[in-house]
């Protein structure tokens, strides 16, 4: 009997908005859901810690892939070192874009709170993908937390942040990186589909 898989999405600073890729899939992958937060602008590392874990512990199917970018990756690494041995059975995988340094000097102060990033390994499989030219952290630095939390890495050339500002709307080929990361088959048919897909304004 095959797992039912869910995917839980968390987004960066300020979220994602309509026509960020993590919206699209939304829209497109089976069971899945974003994490609800109170401070998207101001990031409290605690709300975000903790929705994520509401939001796993309470999932409706047998597995969970984390699909996190920015800030959102950060999060996943806080909330795996208070929670990821309690429930790394119910994680599949996680996709990890983008993560943002929050150790950085030119870092933002509303994302200093993150700081410093757990180094542990992450209890379950995950692919960290990064880019050559990504404001938020450097090629080097995106290396290295995949490599402090025991990461397949995939490093993009020039693809900025990985968001709608870098032109990663729908974002058709991450769709392979989330096949990869969750070790399944290529999603043909979801690429097919995310063809037609309309953008509209997700609630957070």
Not at 22 to 37: D, E, F, G, T, Y
Not at 169 to 188: D, H, K, M, T, V
Request: proline share 6%; net charge negative.
């Amino acid at each position: 009997m095959s797992e039912e898989i869910g995917y839980l999405i968390i987004p960066g600073w300020n979220g994602s908005g309509a026509n960020h890729w993590q919206s699209h899939w939304q829209l497109l992958l089976p069971n899945s859901k974003r994490i609800h937060v109170e401070s998207w602008s101001q990031p409290d590392l605690e709300d975000w810690i903790e929705a994520i874990d509401r939001d796993v512990r309470n999932a409706p199917t047998d597995k969970v892939v984390l699909i996190a970018h920015s800030l959102g990756c950060v999060a996943v690494a806080h909330w795996s070192r208070r929670y990821g041995a309690e429930r790394a059975d119910q994680i599949k995988s996680a996709l990890l874009v983008a993560p943002a340094d929050t150790e950085r000097e030119s870092a933002p102060d509303a994302l200093r709170p993150f700081a410093p990033i757990p180094d542990d390994y992450l209890p379950f499989s995950s692919l960290v993908v990064g880019s050559t030219n990504d404001r938020a952290a450097s090629a080097i630095r995106a290396r290295d937390l995949a490599l402090h939390w025991g990461s397949e890495f995939e490093l993009l050339k020039d693809a900025g942040h990985i968001n709608t500002e870098s032109g990663h709307q729908r974002w058709i080929e991450g769709l392979r990186y989330l096949a990869r990361a969750s070790r399944e088959p290529a999603p043909r048919v979801l690429v097919a589909q995310s063809q037609s897909l309309s953008p509209h304004l997700l609630s957070y």
